[in-house]
């Protein structure tokens, strides 16, 4: 479908066809890569079984699926975006919505004020900015991954991986002023749980220089999605009574794909009322109970952080490097404390202003995350990612220390 969109649209991002590979170098996996193999061989798709891969290393196992697309997706996203204006269509940016009312039809509140009415809203927002009805934060839980795009002395052999075990390696190329850059990716875990996390980069830059050998890294950069309890994202109505608000998440950091399977659905259930897949990803699906050991073990964790949160012993003086983040008890406040590379300190309230939960410092990225649900708050306070709507305000704080 992709393909032939981009067909369609003379889009120009990088798209190629390329086999893409499962492999193993734990005796653990390979029964369930062989697993793999046959099972996807039983539902027509076509799968094969192979001890060595195109990659400088050596594997016990790998499932080789042929035919898979690869491209570039913000320039495949910019080209449709640019095709949406007009016919009663619009992009807005920079525009939050911030709830939604639900009397004669549905009107989206946005923090700028403006008020939008629609007959139908999709909300595609990572964790739905309006939850009350679904309370998704208890069925949905925030992943991080890390990835590298590195200028490498040896050539890459084509092709997508991704091994079975952990810590998690995934590969594959990217053309780049007329060469290529490899992006290596790996080093999952949940938002807000990872101690020091520049080792995560150190950790993907050495495998990128045990197995390319690294030239230069001209980018970096780590992201999250939402996890679902089945590992099945939801798409579909936000809850079985709304029938015109749907929702489009849970997409387990397959969101290239994902996002196209869900609009699929959701304009299907719009224009058609129904659609072949509805009930599989239904994000009201009972199925989900199959899935109730994580639901308890996410909340349980849920839980922990909120109290260890709030109770942490900390530092009682300014004691922070530059490029330094630290929690720190101030006039009685916990209070997160980072010193930027001009010297200049700023403050932030570390309790996260979607439930309370005791925000942790991201050294790599310079924010502060939320173990809880994943929202993440610069060092200034600004919010990078929901479920929370509000900053986590420091102006008192700066004044106190100016
Ligand atoms: Fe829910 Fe922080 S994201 S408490």
């Given at each position: ?151 490498a002395k040896s050539k890459y052999p084509g092709g997508m991986y991704i091994n079975a075990e952990q810590p998690a390696r995934s590969l594959r190329s990217q053309p780049y002023e007329n060469g290529e850059l490899i992006l290596v990716g790996g080093e999952h875990h949940k938002t807000g749980h990872g101690e020091n996390t520049n080792q995560h980069y150190e950790n993907l830059l050495s495998f990128a220089e045990d197995t390319f050998g ?189």
């Amino acid at each position: 479908f992709i393909n032939k969109i981009i067909e369609e649209n003379e889009i120009d991002c990088d798209f190629s066809w390329q086999p893409s590979y499962i492999y193993t170098n734990s005796e653990e996996y390979i029964e369930q890569i062989q697993n793999e193999v046959k099972t996807a061989s039983a539902l027509g798709i076509k799968a094969s079984y192979q001890e060595e891969t195109p990659l400088p290393f050596k594997v016990k196992a790998a499932v080789r699926f042929d035919g898979q697309a690869q491209f570039h997706p913000r320039k495949y996203l910019l080209a449709l975006a640019a095709k949406i204006p007009g016919q009663g269509s619009n992009i807005f940016e920079q525009t939050k919505a911030v709830d939604i009312e639900e009397e004669n039809g549905c009107t989206v509140i946005t923090d700028s004020g403006i008020r939008v009415h629609a007959s139908k809203v999709i909300i595609a927002s990572h964790y739905p900015f309006y939850d009350k009805p679904g309370l998704y934060f208890t069925r949905i839980y925030p992943d991080r991954s890390y990835i590298l795009a590195v200028r490498a002395k040896s050539k890459y052999p084509g092709g997508m991986y991704i091994n079975a075990e952990q810590p998690a390696r995934s590969l594959r190329s990217q053309p780049y002023e007329n060469g290529e850059l490899i992006l290596v990716g790996g080093e999952h875990h949940k938002t807000g749980h990872g101690e020091n996390t520049n080792q995560h980069y150190e950790n993907l830059l050495s495998f990128a220089e045990d197995t390319f050998g690294v030239i230069s890294v001209p980018y970096r950069w780590s992201t999250q999605d939402c996890m679902t309890m089945d590992g099945v994202p939801y798409i579909g109505h936000l809850t079985s009574n709304k029938k015109d608000i749907y929702v489009a998440t849970g997409f387990q950091k397959w969101g290239m794909t994902s996002s196209t399977v869900s609009a699929l659905i959701i304009r299907d259930l719009i224009m058609e009322g129904d659609n072949p897949w509805k009930e599989v990803f239904d994000p009201s699906r009972t199925t989900i109970a199959a899935s109730a050991k994580n639901f308890i073990k996410e909340n349980a964790d849920v839980a922990g952080n909120f109290i260890s949160g709030k109770l942490m012993s900390v530092p009682e003086n300014l004691d922070v490097k530059k490029g330094e983040g630290k929690i720190m008890d101030i006039d009685g406040y916990k209070t997160g404390v980072y010193r930027d590379s001009d010297d200049k300190l700023h403050f932030v309230d570390t309790s996260c202003t979607h439930l309370g939960c005791g925000l942790k410092w991201n050294d790599a990225e310079k924010t502060w995350d939320c173990p809880c649900h994943g929202s993440r708050f610069g060092y200034t306070g600004d919010i990078v990612e929901g479920p929370a709507l509000k900053s986590i305000g420091i102006e008192l704080k700066e004044k106190m220390y100016s």
